[in-house]
């Protein structure tokens, strides 16, 4: 079965500052991956997704990640963080091949500080 | 936009009492998806249904089972609610293969 590792439980940033969550694949062959995040009481929502093609996928509210086949990595960067941001986020990948069902890792919460 | 609603946000049920958790969703979606949302564990599939009357356990099926009679409306039962039971419930639907999940709110069950 394929499976994400998320190294980083927690990790604070300032406001304005650059961030980077870390997010490692173990998959057959050219994954999909995902990123969701659970902003305070609500349910996970798309930040974006990788199947194909360009390895740096543009997501929504100014986030992206970065495929890296040779590090087995998916990490979401954003340039500029926001006291919105402050969100627990999941990396995920399919079960098996196209598979409907995902399999999420761990999180890793977020913190802003002003 | 695509909604998902569940029937509760918060919960407390007593040790043994037979539990259900509604989901619903608007969007005709193929997918319905159960998952409860531990701290350091992340999120964790119990069961998935393809269709109506169609489920597939998903990693931590024990102590649960699922309902679908209806496309839009999939159930999460808790046979005899048990204190490890004590969770965040999600709810996701998908219209396809490695579609976007949309979740609901959650329900966080409290088992005393």
């Known amino acids: 079965a394929q499976s994400v590792t998320q190294p980083d439980i927690h990790i604070t940033v300032s406001e304005g500052a650059s961030l980077e969550l870390r997010c490692n694949y173990s998959?057959?062959?050219?994954?999909?991956l995902f990123w969701y995040v659970q902003s305070p009481g609500q349910g996970l929502q798309l930040l974006l997704k990788?199947?194909?093609?360009?390895?740096l996928v543009q997501g929504i509210k100014g986030f992206e990640a970065e495929f890296k086949r040779s590090q087995s990595s998916f990490n979401l960067r954003k340039p500029t963080v926001h006291w919105s941001d402050a969100a627990e986020y999941f990396c995920?990948?399919?079960?098996?091949?196209?598979?409907?069902?995902?399999?999420f890792g761990t999180g890793t919460r977020l913190q802003v500080t002003l | 936009d695509v909604k998902v609603t569940q029937s509760s946000r918060y919960l407390v049920k007593r040790t043994g009492e037979k539990v259900f958790l509604e989901c619903v969703q608007d969007?005709?979606?193929?997918?319905m998806f159960w998952y409860r949302q531990d701290p350091g564990l992340g999120l964790r599939l119990i069961y998935f249904?393809?269709?109506?009357?169609?489920?597939e356990k998903g990693d931590i099926p024990e102590g649960y089972s699922v309902s679908r009679e209806k496309k839009e409306r999939f159930s999460l039962i808790l046979e005899s609610a048990s204190t490890n039971q004590t969770s965040m419930y999600l709810c996701?639907?998908?219209?396809?293969?490695?579609?976007?999940?949309?979740f609901g709110p959650g329900t966080r069950l409290t088992v005393l």
């Open positions: 996701a639907s998908s219209l396809g293969l490695l579609d976007t999940q949309y």
């Open positions: 998959y057959g062959a050219t994954p999909y």
């Open positions: 990788y199947f194909s093609g360009d390895t």
């Open positions: 995920a990948v399919p079960y098996t091949g196209t598979a409907s069902k995902l399999t």
């Open positions: 969007m005709d979606h193929e997918n």
């Open positions: 249904s393809y269709d109506v009357k169609m489920k």
